[in-house]
């Protein structure tokens, strides 16, 4: 089976499962424990957080361990709302935000959000972000560094220097970013949050970067007193040992680059119709939205999945919940464009081969579902 879902999950390296196993066995001991194993295991804890810290360029005293970006980003928007009388404050998101970011936002800060907007590419117009910036001056901005969908750059170091001009928390939600680009210059955010299984990591790990404590889980006094909770060792040097094998990788060099630009001018040569989102702007090396020229989305992952090719209608959280993507809307497509959006997203163990067939396998997948549309007579998207 070929892999093409790497931005929902990616596979784990074999060093991170051993290393997983080796730390379960051996240092197993609760960290917070002031008996010579429990040290053991602090030791260990303080040197995978110097390790990633210094590797991301940040100072790993602001480095929080986390079960992931999700909770990272709850964290910081929720510690903001609490911090501050929201009275007459705005929190300023794009609408293209993860969901973690978007419905949290919503959530608490309700009525007082103001929306970012996007082009048709799914790209942030920055001097919007600076005309809102000035009318508003909200508590928070939020943008992601990389679309997790469109794979689209966004312009996060110029709007995180921009808060730094005018006083704004700017948090960055970088989870599809790390482990692909180079880590540094994140130190310009006021927070940004990550996930390991994102670069080859466990599940349920990640971190949080702060210049400031951002306090919310209490009891305990774990994470210098910012999230209570024994720790996980195991999953942080899973995580810690897939960090070092990622950025052992990095940068990624331009064959790579190439075979997803190959394959996305073989299938608009083979497929007439499909378009690319993002296609005229900085994207992810990695990732390839489709708009595909006919059938529901899930009809093709059905059929690639047949043949031997895992892939995506887009975010994972907003497929696991049969929801429309919140990204169709925000760069103007139609409800029924919207549903038929393809993610397709390599990672390091992707073979140019493999590039190369999956443009083969939409050929035939799309035949197949002209065949079986033909022989029920039923009316299809």
């Known amino acids: 089976m070929a892999y093409f879902d790497n931005n929902s999950t990616t596979r784990p390296f074999p060093e991170v499962l051993d290393a997983v196993r080796s730390a379960s066995d051996s240092l197993w001991a609760n960290p917070s424990s002031p008996h010579r194993v429990g040290s053991q295991v602090r030791v260990r804890l303080e040197q ?19 079960s992931g970006a999700t909770e990272s980003n709850n964290a910081v928007l929720g510690w903001l709302a609490n911090r501050k009388s929201l009275s007459g404050e705005t929190a300023l998101v794009s609408r293209i935000e993860h969901p973690s970011v978007l419905e949290t936002a919503r959530h608490l800060f309700a009525n007082r959000i103001e929306y970012i907007p996007v082009n048709q590419d799914g790209l942030v117009e920055m001097g919007k972000v600076e005309e809102l910036c000035k009318q508003k001056r909200p508590t928070i901005v939020s943008l992601l560094a990389a679309h997790n969908e469109t794979g689209v750059l ?24 790390m482990g692909k680009l180079d880590p540094q210059g994140f130190d310009l955010c006021s927070s940004f949050s990550f996930s390991a299984h994102k670069f080859g990591g466990p599940k349920g790990v990640g971190g949080m970067f702060s210049h400031e404590p951002v306090s919310w889980i209490l009891g305990g006094g774990q994470e210098k007193e910012q999230r209570g909770g024994t720790e996980n060792l195991p999953a942080i040097e899973g995580m810690r040992i897939a960090w070092r094998q990622t950025c052992n990788k990095l940068p990624i060099k331009q064959d790579v680059v190439a075979w997803k630009e190959n394959f996305e001018s073989q299938i608009q040569q083979d497929l007439p119709g499909v378009r690319i989102i993002g296609e005229k702007v900085a994207r992810l090396w990695n990732t390839s939205f489709l708009m595909l020229p006919d059938f529901d989305n899930l009809g093709w992952v059905c059929k690639l999945d047949k043949l031997g090719y895992s892939l995506s209608t887009g975010s994972a959280c907003s497929t696991a919940r049969k929801e429309a993507s919140e990204l169709a809307g925000a760069i103007g497509l139609s409800y029924e464009n919207g549903g038929r959006l393809l993610r397709v997203s390599s990672w390091l163990n992707t073979n140019e081969l493999e590039w190369t067939n999956l443009a083969g396998a939409l050929v035939q997948a799309h035949a197949e579902l002209v065949e079986d549309r033909d022989q029920s007579g039923v009316v299809t998207l």
């Open 48 to 66: 995978a957080r110097e390790e990633i810290g210094h590797s991301m360029g940040v100072d790993p005293a602001g480095l929080t361990f986390t």
């Open 154 to 177: 966004q312009p996060w170091k110029e709007v995180a220097q921009l808060c730094q001009e005018y006083g704004i928390w700017f948090h960055c939600d970088a989870t599809q970013w």
